[in-house]
């Protein structure tokens, strides 16, 4: 029964809450920091409600503490050094040590309590995109609470009122604050555990960035022309692969915060999109896919079930986006002479290196490189160059590995008569039916 006393009750109650909540924020909890960008095991829950954990790809998950009913996050914004592939570093804007963020995982129901310390040299916020709180947590500096100055530490709290999968980043000097790295991903478990459970679950947010080769700090007005395009601030081979069981399902949770579209594709499966940002997608309003757009500001999930063994790629389908440091400006030169064009321009510089005319296949060439970038595509495989770079990693399926194992497990082990093979070259042009003869149409 709702009975008038158990009203009053409750509302007096709420009320005793943030009051107390105010008292109990002034004594901060100590803010973890990370000094690696591998993906960190999950972080099993030790008290409430039971829920599988995320891993994040080259990434973490933000440790908590329990003070009386709310769980105690701290985020410190601070300058970070992130090594976007072996070879390149980067210095960005991030939380904790590491850009992007740490992953916040909590469940459906919790209040949480997030302080934010700034060592960034100018003024941040932190909004949080997606979730449904109130306006005056929802971080956009000037309109619904003070910048945080420099040296200063914010509190927000709020209920985690609805699952999903959600973002942070800055709603303060926000082009160059994103464009230096600064966000990150919520996680949100369903209270019942029961509600679409998977067996392994990953995230990541995509952002992009433009360094000049030679230098290690992004332009932060770029708009379009990016040259590292990546997820969680890492780009081929330094994204880590995706470890599963044969037989699990598994969901992946993608966050764009870069500013463009990403289609993203997985070969040798079709997966269904299950959740946005705006919340679970009914199963009947659900479609199989093998490709999914993810678009700028927004979060596009998926589940798949892992039934095929192997290696598979998982990628951008922008084909540009799973390159490395290149110019984008260079003349398709296929089917050209190069001999008058390598004599022209040896004139001028002796050391140039005429290319591009039979393609710009370059897996097997080595070239020097200018100090701290990446070449643009690279990454080896059992059977030779894989050439690719950017936002390209892949899911390695197998048999053999446990329940709770996110180790990459090596190259897949193809049984024997399973791979594409060469046959024996009959060495002349192969027999050609000649096109029948267009008929004249009658009008
Ligand atoms: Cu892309």
Same mark, same amino acid.
């Given at each position: 029964?709702?009975?008038?006393?158990?009203?009053?009750?409750?509302?007096?109650?709420?009320?005793?809450?943030?009051i107390?909540?105010?008292?109990?924020?002034? #004594?901060?909890?100590?803010?973890?920091?990370?000094?690696?960008?591998?993906?960190?095991?999950?972080?099993?829950?030790?008290?409430?409600?039971?829920?599988?954990?995320?891993?994040t790809?080259?990434g973490?998950?933000?440790?908590?503490?329990?003070?009386?009913?709310?769980?105690?996050?701290?985020?410190v914004?601070?300058?970070?050094?992130?090594?976007f592939?072996?070879?390149?570093?980067?210095?960005?804007?991030?939380?904790?040590?590491? #850009?992007?963020?740490?992953?916040?995982?909590?469940?459906?129901?919790?209040k949480?309590?997030?302080?934010?310390?700034?060592?960034?040299?100018?003024?941040?916020?932190?909004?949080?995109?997606?979730?449904?709180?109130? #306006?005056?947590?929802d971080?956009?500096?000037? /309109?619904?609470?003070?910048?945080?100055?420099?040296?200063?530490?914010?509190?927000?709290?709020?209920? $985690?009122?609805?699952?999903?999968?959600?973002?942070?980043?800055?709603?303060?000097?926000?082009?160059?604050?994103?464009?230096?790295?600064?966000?990150?991903?919520? *996680?949100?478990?369903?209270?019942?555990?029961?509600?679409?459970?998977?067996d392994?679950?990953? *995230?990541?947010? $995509?952002?992009?960035?433009?360094?000049?080769?030679?230098?290690?700090?992004?332009?932060?007005?770029?708009?379009?022309?990016?040259?590292?395009?990546?997820?969680?601030?890492?780009?081929?081979?330094?994204?880590?692969?995706?470890?599963?069981? /044969?037989?699990?399902?598994?969901?992946?949770?993608?966050?764009?915060?870069?500013?463009?579209?990403?289609?993203?594709?997985?070969?040798?499966?079709?997966?269904?999109?299950?959740?946005?940002?705006?919340?679970?997608?009914?199963?009947?309003?659900?479609?199989?896919?093998?490709?999914?757009?993810?678009?700028?500001?927004?979060?596009?999930?998926?589940? *798949?079930?892992?039934?095929?063994?192997?290696d598979?790629?998982?990628?951008?389908?922008? #084909?540009?986006?799973?390159?490395?440091?290149?110019?984008?400006?260079?003349?398709?030169?296929i089917?050209?002479?190069?001999?008058?064009?390598?004599?022209?321009?040896?004139? /001028?510089?002796?050391?140039?290196?005429?290319?591009?005319?039979?393609? $710009?296949?370059?897996?097997?060439?080595?070239?020097?490189?200018?100090?701290?970038?990446?070449?643009?595509?690279?990454?080896?495989?059992?059977?030779?160059?894989?050439?690719?770079?950017g936002?390209?990693?892949?899911m390695?399926?197998?048999?053999?590995?446990a329940?709770?194992?996110?180790?990459?497990?090596?190259?897949?082990?193809?049984?024997?008569?399973?791979?594409?093979?060469? *046959?024996?070259?009959?060495?002349?042009?192969?027999?050609?039916?000649p096109?029948?003869p267009?008929?004249?149409?009658?009008?």
């Amino acid at each position: 029964m709702f009975s008038r006393r158990g009203f009053l009750g409750t509302a007096a109650l709420v009320g005793a809450g943030a009051i107390q909540g105010r008292v109990q924020a002034a #004594s901060i909890p100590e803010a973890p920091h990370m000094d690696k960008a591998v993906m960190q095991p999950p972080l099993h829950p030790t008290s409430g409600p039971d829920y599988r954990p995320v891993v994040t790809l080259n990434g973490w998950t933000l440790p908590f503490r329990m003070n009386g009913d709310w769980k105690e996050f701290h985020l410190v914004a601070e300058p970070v050094v992130r090594e976007f592939a072996e070879g390149m570093k980067v210095n960005l804007w991030g939380y904790n040590g590491q #850009s992007p963020g740490p992953t916040i995982e909590a469940v459906e129901g919790d209040k949480v309590r997030i302080f934010v310390t700034n060592r960034l040299p100018e003024y941040t916020t932190v909004h949080w995109h997606g979730m449904i709180i109130p #306006s005056g947590m929802d971080g956009v500096g000037g /309109l619904t609470q003070p910048h945080i100055q420099p040296g200063k530490t914010f509190v927000y709290e709020f209920e $985690m009122k609805k699952s999903g999968t959600f973002m942070y980043h800055p709603h303060s000097d926000e082009m160059v604050q994103m464009a230096m790295g600064m966000m990150g991903m919520v *996680v949100v478990h369903p209270r019942e555990a029961t509600f679409r459970p998977v067996d392994r679950d990953f *995230v990541f947010v $995509m952002s992009t960035y433009r360094v000049d080769p030679g230098t290690s700090l992004p332009h932060v007005n770029e708009m379009t022309d990016f040259n590292m395009w990546t997820w969680n601030a890492r780009v081929f081979p330094g994204i880590d692969p995706l470890p599963v069981r /044969l037989g699990d399902k598994v969901r992946v949770r993608i966050g764009n915060l870069s500013m463009t579209n990403h289609p993203i594709h997985l070969h040798g499966h079709s997966f269904a999109v299950t959740c946005t940002d705006g919340g679970w997608i009914p199963e009947s309003a659900q479609y199989p896919e093998t490709t999914t757009d993810v678009p700028v500001g927004a979060v596009r999930v998926f589940d *798949v079930f892992a039934d095929n063994p192997g290696d598979w790629a998982f990628h951008c389908h922008k #084909s540009h986006h799973t390159m490395n440091a290149m110019g984008h400006d260079v003349r398709n030169l296929i089917g050209v002479s190069r001999k008058d064009l390598a004599r022209a321009v040896g004139k /001028l510089a002796p050391d140039a290196m005429a290319m591009g005319s039979t393609g $710009m296949a370059m897996g097997n060439m080595e070239m020097p490189t200018p100090d701290n970038t990446l070449p643009m595509m690279s990454g080896a495989g059992q059977f030779g160059p894989i050439e690719m770079g950017g936002m390209f990693t892949v899911m390695k399926i197998r048999e053999d590995m446990a329940r709770n194992d996110y180790r990459d497990p090596g190259p897949y082990r193809f049984p024997q008569g399973t791979v594409a093979y060469e *046959v024996a070259s009959p060495g002349t042009e192969p027999a050609r039916q000649p096109a029948a003869p267009i008929q004249k149409m009658k009008m």
